[in-house]
């Protein structure tokens, strides 16, 4: 389970005093999650989330996230929000490592995401990109293109152990992503990371946003592309068309897509199914021993990449 720093009842206890929140009343370590550990904390007033930030974040880009999620909380975006300490401060530190507590949102993430999930999904992509407009902090994306040479150097020699052909399939998508990736598209805050996991609805309705924690300035259509990834594929690896026509139509009713974004949609979509698939691939071939946490399968994203290669206009993705 994602809880990999233990912190004892005393700490936590003692941490929520630094709060004004009430007294801790319980505490759970959160099952779910890959990247950081999280606790579910409840006072005698609220719930709340506690987050010790671990290996893949880097402690200097806490402030981007925390004060990304309050410039957020404050236009409308429905996400966590930063919780203040006596003294004014956000970032803490706990058992050793960088930590945070935000505000619990209420809602449920979809394991399968249906084309009315997908249309909510865009529009609230779309909403999340006008919010972020005027977010004044910058954090350059370090999982775009010149991020994944490394990753591919890291898992080169073994990736053909995990699927044959695999490291030639890699090599290919990349040299045809360096010559064709689009530099000039309109760019802004993106999430990054915006996979069902990490939306939760009430109902039918999308009703709030997590995990800022690969935020950063890019291209705001390459989110989009990371969404179409993420949502609208079929679990036998089939692209669905019509979740992929939903959300693209949902976002555009709030943000049109230029012609250039539109011309250079397949070729983000590529680049974010190699993205997630490297990042997999690294992960499950370095899995700590030990390790309580299952690492994500790269080879969903191998085959989704199958389609992406394929793939000739913005059409084949649902755009009218
Ligand atoms: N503010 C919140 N309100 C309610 N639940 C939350 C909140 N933040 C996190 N959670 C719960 O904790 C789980 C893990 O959170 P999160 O996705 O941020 O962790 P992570 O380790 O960064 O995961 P990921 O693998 O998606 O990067 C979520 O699936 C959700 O159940
Ligand atoms: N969303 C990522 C996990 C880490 O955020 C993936 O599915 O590979």
């Not at 919780?83 to 401060?89: M, S």
């Not at 997999?280 to 994203?301: F, H, I, Q, T």
């Amino acid at each position: 389970m994602a809880v990999y720093t233990d912190v004892s009842d005393a700490e936590l206890s003692a941490f929520v005093d630094r709060y004004d929140i009430g007294r801790l009343q319980s505490a759970k370590g959160i099952a779910e999650g890959v990247e950081n550990s999280n606790f579910l904390l409840q006072t005698d007033r609220a719930f709340f989330i506690l987050t010790l930030y671990e290996k893949r974040v880097n402690e200097a880009d806490l402030p981007f996230f925390i004060g990304l999620m309050e410039h957020l909380s404050a236009r409308g975006i429905t996400c966590p929000q930063p919780v203040h300490d006596r003294e004014g401060n956000t970032l803490q530190r706990l058992a050793g490592r960088p930590a945070a507590m935000v505000t619990f949102l209420s809602g449920m993430s979809v394991n399968r995401p249906g084309v009315g999930h997908c249309a909510e999904l865009g529009k609230a992509l779309a909403q999340f990109h006008a919010a972020g407009a005027d977010f004044e902090l910058r954090r350059a994306n370090a999982l775009s293109l010149d991020g994944w040479r490394p990753l591919i150097e890291q898992s080169r020699e073994r990736a053909d152990s995990v699927s044959p052909g695999l490291a030639s399939r890699i090599a290919d998508d990349f040299a045809r992503l360096e010559q064709a990736w689009p530099h000039d598209l309109p760019s802004g805050v993106i999430h990054a990371d915006l996979f069902p996991n990490n939306v939760f609805f009430l109902g039918d309705r999308l009703s709030g946003l997590i995990d800022f924690y690969f935020a950063c300035n890019d291209a705001l259509a390459y989110d989009l592309a990371i969404c179409l990834n993420a949502w609208c594929f079929e679990t036998d690896g089939s692209f669905n068309i019509t979740k992929g026509r939903a959300m693209i139509g949902a976002y555009e009713a709030v943000r049109p897509l230029t012609p250039a974004e539109v011309e250079a949609l397949p070729v983000l979509a590529r680049g974010a199914g190699l993205r997630f698939l490297l990042t997999r691939l690294v992960d499950w071939l370095n899995v700590p021993p030990g390790a309580l946490v299952k690492p994500l399968d790269p080879l969903e994203y191998d085959r989704k990449l199958g389609f992406h290669r394929h793939a000739a206009t913005a059409a084949d993705y649902g755009r009218a």
